[in-house]
């Protein structure tokens, strides 16, 4: 990877504005100084601003890939509700896979930036060349685990022929083929890390691009291709998923970069390693949390394929909403890390102030589609009468959870920022383990299936108050001395 700055010297400093521009970076042995005005702006632009220019290119392309992934069920709900609810069956095991990804990727952007904000710049350039060899051992695990694990999988969770053949066919595709997603996000999340938040833009958009053009074509065997149907689903995710990491590579080697990736001949320093799983690890459980509580919700309604299929429509449908809050997360971070580094309470607490607002908004919107049209929602995956008898409360139940779990979101953005990963570790157990699964459990059993949808906002209320809880002693303990 290129870096613009190394070994850079300004000449003159003719301004105040251009000496703000100037990083001297005191912890290297060369004593170097780097001039990195994408960093910099962090430190210095108006944060409403910033936060903007950041969030809006991460929150258009996570929409675009939640549409995806919602067309690419579209499709697939177009072949049955078998074809369905055998996707929705394997959505919880593509959600930890996502969850490792992320997880590890969130430490990485976090350290980097920190380490930005502290103009420690070796140590920023030592996290991001070990980001490519998380994202490969990360794909070594899953390729292994989806090799031993897919049919005892689907034997667990249905006994029909059907649903076992398309889901069996699915998750081998998406487990053995996922070298591609592990790495992209890896890179993508170095580059956020910087500041630079339009080439990730432009690598998740060429992704879901191509996933959308090839679903059709590989599921319904059009313009000369074999019907693949649930299989060709799978492929035209990780051809996808191949070439955002191709467009990634290249604009790795091929761009400047305010730190430097080494793809080759890098030896691993591990205290980074440790680092970056001391926020990332936390991140990583916290998102898995997530598929082991899906994992468990599917156990729950096994005996109702239907119900099934209607939660892994919630959750497809639920991304369209959550998927830009994530964005304006990712465009959040870096800014509240570096502040927090550079020890700028003012910026770091304005950045939470204007996430936690906008999140705000977006979730409230979600909660109006899904409780004015959850009827047209559903047609869109070709919902017969028993799906929309289940569906339509589901969705106006489980929408309420939207607005407290914004506050979540934020909240839990700056306790990674911060370095206090392990915060949000515990709001995501209360809420997800400790929270919906017990009382989908209990509801489910002892008043009926539509009450167990009241779980998530009931849940998201529990979350909540520990966040804010948490939020009131970071500040009191770290941030208000800032």
Not at 166 to 194: D, P
Not at 205 to 215: K, R, Y
């Amino acid at each position: 990877m290129k870096n613009k700055h190394k070994g850079e010297k300004p000449e003159t400093i003719d301004s105040e504005r251009e000496a703000d521009e100037v990083l001297t970076d005191v912890g290297t042995e060369t004593g170097e100084m780097r001039i990195d005005s994408d960093a910099n702006k962090m430190g210095s632009a108006p944060v409403g601003r910033l936060l903007a220019s950041m969030a809006w290119p991460a929150m258009l392309s996570m929409t675009i890939a939640a549409l995806y992934n919602i067309v690419d069920s579209v499709f697939v709900a177009m072949l049955s509700e078998k074809a369905l609810t055998a996707v929705s069956l394997i959505m919880p095991l593509q959600m930890l896979m996502i969850s490792v990804a992320v997880g590890s990727a969130v430490g990485v952007n976090s350290l980097i930036a920190r380490r930005l904000g502290a103009k420690r710049f070796e140590e920023a350039d030592k996290a991001a060349s070990t980001s490519i060899r998380i994202g490969v051992f990360n794909f070594v695990a899953f390729a292994v685990i989806g090799l031993l694990i897919a049919e005892p999988f689907m034997s667990a969770y249905s006994d029909d022929p059907e649903i076992f053949s398309y889901g069996v066919a699915y998750l081998r595709i998406v487990t053995t083929l996922c070298l591609f997603s592990m790495v992209e996000i890896q890179l993508e999340k170095v580059l956020q890390a910087t500041g630079n938040m339009i080439a990730p833009m432009i690598i998740s958009l060429s992704g879901a691009v191509t996933n959308i053009v090839l679903d059709p074509i590989l599921i319904f065997g059009l313009l000369g291709m074999p019907r693949l149907e649930v299989a060709g689903a799978a492929l035209a995710t990780v051809i996808g998923q191949g070439v955002s990491m191709a467009v990634a590579i290249w604009i790795i080697r091929h761009r400047e970069h305010a730190v430097e990736v080494r793809l080759r001949g890098f030896k691993i320093d591990w205290r980074v390693v440790k680092d970056i799983y001391a926020v990332g690890l936390p991140g990583m459980v916290m998102q898995a949390i997530g598929s082991f509580m899906l994992l468990g919700y599917n156990a729950i309604l096994a005996v109702n394929a239907t119900a099934v299929a209607v939660l892994g429509v919630y959750f497809k449908l639920q991304s369209f909403v959550f998927m830009p809050v994530f964005g304006l997360n990712q465009g959040a971070m870096p800014i509240m890390g570096y502040n927090y580094g550079a020890r700028n309470r003012e910026r770091l607490m304005k950045t939470y102030k204007c996430a936690l607002i906008t999140a705000l908004v977006i979730m409230s919107c979600g909660v109006v589609a899904f409780h004015v049209a959850p009827g047209l929602l559903l047609k869109l995956f070709s919902a017969d009468a028993n799906m929309m008898e289940i569906g339509i409360p589901a969705l106006r139940i489980i929408s309420l959870c939207f607005i407290p779990a914004a506050f979540g979101i934020i909240c839990s953005t700056l306790f990674q920022s911060t370095g206090h990963g392990v915060y949000s570790l515990f709001a995501s157990l209360l809420r997800q383990l400790l929270g919906i699964l017990p009382l989908a459990y209990l509801l489910f059993h002892y008043v009926g299936l539509t009450a167990s949808w009241a779980s998530f906002p009931l849940a998201e209320i529990i979350g909540t108050t520990y966040s804010a809880i948490m939020i009131a002693h970071l500040y009191k303990k770290e941030i208000r001395d800032l």
